[in-house]
């Protein structure tokens, strides 16, 4: 193999099971591939370098000295990444892309960062993000942007921007980031990678610093939906630490990713989401893709999520609102960054966290405190929680009549640095066609569907009802074994 | 001048942290008094991540109390952030709940002089409580915080303003701590700041009937019975006055919060917190509602034990004890429980209501013991029931009976062995006594003569000689008997 | 009501939020949330008439724990992150009241 990064992390299960490869090479090889491409991407921004390569050897040893399969763990030695919004007590800083939390060293293990360790993954480093997670763009992160392996002068999108960057460069063949509103699903798209978020209550959030609670969730990057299924079937499952973790069975997923009948299969296609502002090329080839379900058997059924045209506006309201209260922690008192400039203890909290966070945190927990102050909670949050409702309203009554929603990920394919950053509204728009998902609490994915002439990534967007990931994963797979773009490398690669 | 009635309006706000093990949303311990910060977890701490999980039995006590409080348990509840900054809530929000309390609209009845009055309850919550601040001695230009206290559960109980004067505020307040230690929710201890009382007051005044509202003041955080009815007190005199003064009114004056300072015995005004009125209240994501089912809260109801007044008015009517003699006995749980195990004993409701009230309770206030169990009183019910038999029964007297009483707690013996020990037991032997009885006649030939001649008291002398010449111990009650039977021959 | 904010306004806000603003970030953030503002009032338009507010993303309810303590943290453990310090507490800048009030 002239490339160890180049193999999916089942093809590297599969081949440290039969002797081939060990975890310390993989390993190896991951941080060697970091090394060589992480100044120009920026995906981490921090790397446990010895203690993962320590973790691959015991894994090694112990596969040596006859341990099986089964209780190695499903992820046994596998190089993984997670975003930096996930706590871990491993002495790494947990920045959360936040000045403000800079040198944050978390007591616990998130409850997904136990399940991979548990698992036998082993934990590279951890991925840049938007501070907080707020942004489409990794523009925002306090420790300087990603960039996009395809094109290093374009966004990888964001939240997750590092994450999705690492497995586009094969830095890792996955990576654990967080969705509130599209921070998998879109950086999944802009980057050419697969992007998912489970049904809100498939994972649990416990450990995972809180942007928008009632949105945030926790879901799978990798370059294959197969092993999006691997990685899906770990981080699931109920955590008696977060009461919005549901007890619902976790299929197997991996072997659920045949079981879709393509024949009786109806999609549906909303109007919503080919509205103005969609790119030509991302239309283009959202359309193809969808054809290839049709070719496949699958019924197009029309539906209409007439509110979805309100997400934006319902995700602005609701999600600001549970960050200004969410980050309300960070003053200064008992963790994180505290003002050399404090006097009495009201200016030491506003100076503390005039300091430690960027504009576009400030800008969102000032909007966040507006919305929930006296004499607008009415007009704004109570209106939000309305319209809330009509989006999963018209999600229920669409997923009556189809198995699933297709559409675009991401408006546009990857936009420059510092297109959007002037107008705070323009890159909310980004967000346009994922956020619904989120205010709905259904699972959603983005799966490679192509790429632009100019070479950047497009990602299609399927959705389904909640908790029927196993089928999600399904119909994606079709486009993926049609397409086989997971094969097509970024650019980055070959200039190495 | 013209005539002035002046009628005080108080409501109350109590805080009564329950008693768990574990705080509200995490595992760690409620203790109280452990070295600073080592009950804590990152739960608690509000560390980035983290998330909260409800303890299911500070829900049912919270249910219960709502229930003895005479509230309809909600069907439906759910939890909201209240948000402030303050470096003792390390979230900046406090967990509680806002617009669907766990229970609303019930009463607590309290007796003072005028008679029995329900006091209306407009609602009972569950809530987080805060951390605590230490201020460094000497005036050190920094504060101190220990979250050891952040997170446990805290009852809120908010009574409507039915109360109309200092009496009623301490009643209600005094009621509430009875009602709460009853149910076995709290300890409600005073002194570790478990009961917390914030009056609100105001006064309407007329004059020519016209009537004049005061301001309303909240008084915050009053740690005592005897603090709130210094406060309370000291705020109808000072609103009054301030009134006559400047005539200022509700309208005008609106809601202002004043503290206590127990050693001037001044209220004084609090520094208003910046915005303090804009808590933005909004459902907490991180919680899921709840909806109890009906067997749970059936089984709730089923295990309330007999709440204060009706166990008096039980032991009143079924006993017939005094309302006095049932109002000590059953102000508290234990001492209910200890009394009805004497009754159970021996069938003897009143002398054991008299021996409990009496001797029992001088010798306990005496060795200044504090009864919050049963195991703390000093005797058990069952060595006293055999003194209650000893004294009713005539084999001992009253006197040798708070001799032995004091000695049974004193050595532990039981009242037969020490009655033995002493020799204190009476002769309620008649043949014994005739003897005496005779030559006590004999000896005073005055008093006898007396005595036939109608002066009935003069018995009284005669009975002495006899209990003299008996060391003591002889049955009064057959000594009478037997002189009456032979002065009448 | 009027959707645009001021920099009065937005310096409220700030203060509600602990964020120290300078008059040019007053003036910024007024522009750019006003803007913001306006866009999400869009959602007064919509017909919301006897609509029930999604407040609980999930469908279920009564989620307990047991009261069981578990292992707390040592006080050093609590304290690991806190930007200052005593031995045993955060420090903070002398408050003056007793604490708040839950
Ligand atoms: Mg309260
Ligand atoms: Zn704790």
Redesign the interface.
Same mark, same amino acid.
Do not use: W
């Given at each position: 193999m002239s490339d160890l990064m180049e193999m999916t992390a089942l093809e590297m299960r599969a081949a440290m099971e039969c002797g081939e490869v060990t975890s310390r090479q993989l390993v190896g090889a991951s941080f060697d591939r970091i090394a060589a491409l992480d100044e120009r991407v920026h995906a981490f921004i921090s790397l446990r370098h010895d203690d993962a390569l320590a973790e691959a050897e015991a894994i090694d040893s112990r596969r040596a000295a006859g341990e099986s399969a089964a209780k190695l763990g499903p992820l046994a030695g596998i190089p993984i990444a997670i975003k930096d919004n996930l706590c871990t007590r491993d002495g790494l800083a947990t920045t959360c892309g936040s000045k403000m939390l800079e040198n944050f060293r978390a007591p616990y293990d998130a409850h997904v960062v136990q399940k991979l360790r548990a698992a036998g993954a082993i934990i590279v480093g951890k991925c840049n993000l938007d501070e907080f997670a707020m942004g489409s763009s990794t523009e925002n992160s306090g420790f300087g942007p990603t960039r996009n392996p395809w094109n290093l002068e374009c966004v990888p999108g964001g939240s997750s921007g590092g994450s999705a960057a690492c497995v586009a460069s094969r830095m890792v063949p996955m990576a654990v980031g967080s969705d509130t509103g599209g921070s998998i699903r879109q950086p999944g798209s802009l980057c050419g990678v697969i992007g998912m978020k489970p049904t809100y209550g498939r994972v649990s959030r416990y450990g995972l610093i809180a942007f928008a609670s009632s949105l945030d969730q926790i879901g799978p990057f990798t370059r294959t939906v197969d092993d999006a299924a691997l990685l899906l079937g770990v981080l699931s499952g109920p955590d008696s630490r977060d009461s919005t973790c549901l007890d619902h069975p976790v299929p197997d997923y991996l072997a659920g990713l045949e079981q879709v009948d393509f024949k009786n299969l109806r999609i549906g296609v909303p109007g919503e989401f080919f509205g103005q502002g969609l790119d030509a090329e991302v239309e283009k080839a959202v359309r193809r893709a969808i054809k290839i379900y049709e070719d496949a058997g699958a019924t197009l059924v029309e539906v209409d999520l007439p509110h979805s045209a309100y997400a934006v506006e319902t995700y602005y309201i609701v999600a600001t609102a549970e960050c200004s209260s969410n980050l309300a922690r960070y003053d200064g008192v008992h963790y994180g960054h505290r003002s050399t400039a404090e006097a009495g203890m009201i200016d030491m909290y506003e100076h503390s966290r005039a300091e430690g966070f960027g504009d576009e945190v400030k800008r969102r927990v000032m909007l966040g405190t507006h919305v929930l102050s006296s004499g607008y909670y009415d007009a704004y949050y109570l209106t939000a929680l309305k319209v809330r409702q009509k989006i999963k309203q018209d999600f229920d009554q669409a997923f009556a009549k189809v198995d699933c929603i297709m559409g675009p990920t991401s408006p546009s394919p990857a936009f420059l640095f510092g297109a959007r950053t002037d107008d705070p509204l323009s890159m909310y728009l980004s967000d346009i066609y994922t956020i619904s998902a989120n205010l709905a609490t259904i699972p959603g994915i983005s799966v490679p569907c192509g790429h632009t002439e100019s070479g950047l990534p497009i990602g299609l967007q399927i959705m389904s009802d909640v908790f029927t990931e196993d089928r999600l994963l399904g119909i994606a797979r079709l486009i993926q074994e049609s397409r086989q773009d997971y094969r097509r490398r970024p650019p980055i690669l070959e200039s190495n | 001048m013209s005539q002035l009635t002046v009628k005080t309006i108080v409501g109350i706000e109590v805080h009564v942290q329950l008693k768990t093990r574990t705080k509200l949303f995490c595992g760690c311990r409620t203790s109280f008094g452990d070295a600073p910060n080592t009950n804590t977890c990152p739960v608690c701490l509000g560390l980035p991540g983290v998330l909260p999980v409800m303890n299911r039995e500070a829900y049912r006590l919270s249910v219960m109390t709502a229930m003895a409080l005479k509230c309809k348990p909600a069907r439906h509840t759910k939890w909201d952030r209240k948000h402030y900054y303050y470096p003792d809530l390390p979230k900046n929000y406090q967990i509680s709940q806002y617009d669907q309390p766990l229970g609303e609209h019930g009463f607590l009845e309290i007796e003072t002089s005028q008679g029995r009055r329900k006091i209306r309850v407009l609602r009972v919550h569950l809530e987080e409580d805060a951390g605590k601040l230490l201020h460094a001695e000497g005036g050190g230009n920094y504060s101190e915080v220990d979250l050891n206290r952040t997170g446990t559960p805290l009852l809120e109980i908010v009574s409507e303003p039915d109360m109309t004067s200092v009496e009623e505020a301490r009643a209600y307040c005094t009621t509430l701590r009875q009602l709460v230690t009853y149910l076995g929710v709290s300890e409600a201890n005073m002194q570790m700041g478990q009961m917390r009382f914030e009056p609100n007051i105001n006064l309407h005044i007329s004059r020519d009937g016209e009537i004049f509202k005061t301001p309303i003041v909240e008084l915050k955080n009053l740690n005592s019975f005897r603090s709130v009815e210094r406060a309370v007190a000291y705020e109808e005199r000072r609103q009054l006055a301030a009134w006559q003064e400047s005539g200022i009114t509700l309208s005008q004056g609106g809601k202002t919060t004043r503290g206590w300072n127990d050693t001037s015995g001044e209220t004084y005004v609090q520094r208003e917190k910046e915005e303090a009125h804009d808590y933005r209240y909004f459902p907490e994501p991180d919680l899921v509602v709840v909806e109890p089912e009906e067997s749970w809260l059936a089984e709730i109801e089923r295990n309330l034990p007999e709440l204060p007044l009706e166990k008096k008015d039980r032991f009143i009517n079924s006993y017939g004890l005094s309302e006095y003699d049932a109002g000590v006995l059953t102000s508290t749980a234990e001492m209910a429980h200890y009394y009805e195990a004497v009754v159970t004993a021996t069938n003897r409701p009143k002398p054991a209501a008299n021996w409990i009230t009496q001797a029992l309770t001088r010798e306990i206030n005496a060795r200044g013991i504090e009864i919050n169990r049963l195991e703390d009183f000093p005797l058990s019910a069952e060595r006293l029931a055999e003194l209650v038999l000893a004294v009713d029964g005539g084999t001992i007297s009253k006197n040798a009976g708070d001799t032995v009483l004091s000695e049974m707690i004193e050595s532990g013996k039981s009242a037969q062995a020490i009655i033995d020990e002493k020799g204190l037991a009476q002769v309620s032997d008649s043949s014994a006594l005739e003897g005496i009885v005779d030559e006590a006649i004999a000896a005073n030939p005055g008093p006898v003569a007396d005595y036939k001649a109608g002066k009935k008291q003069a018995i009284g002398r005669i009975m002495g000689a006899v209990m003299k010449a008996s060391g003591g111990k002889a049955n009064p009650r057959l000594v009478t008997e037997i002189l009456e039977r032979k002065l009448a021959e | 009501?009027t959707s645009a904010?001021d920099p009065q306004q937005?310096r409220?806000?700030?203060?509600?939020?602990?964020?120290?603003?300078s008059d040019d970030e007053q003036q910024m953030?007024a522009e750019?949330?006003s803007?913001?503002?306006a866009?999400?009032?869009?959602?007064?338009q919509?017909d919301?008439k006897d609509?029930?507010?999604?407040?609980?993303?999930?469908p279920?309810?009564?989620?307990?724990?047991?009261? =069981?303590?578990?292992q707390?943290?040592?006080?050093d =453990?609590?304290?690991?992150?806190?930007?200052?310090r005593?031995d045993?507490?955060?420090?903070?800048?002398?408050?003056?009241? =007793?604490?708040?009030?839950?």
């Open positions: - | - | 009501m904010l937005v409220k806000i700030a203060r509600l939020a602990r964020i120290r603003l953030f750019q949330l803007r913001i503002v866009y999400v009032g869009k959602l007064n919509l919301l609509v029930p507010p999604l407040s609980h993303a999930l279920v309810a009564n989620v307990f724990r047991d009261d =069981e303590p578990h707390s943290l040592s006080a =453990e609590a304290l690991a992150n806190a930007p200052q005593t045993r507490c955060f420090k903070v800048p002398r408050v003056l009241d =007793e604490g708040s009030s839950a």
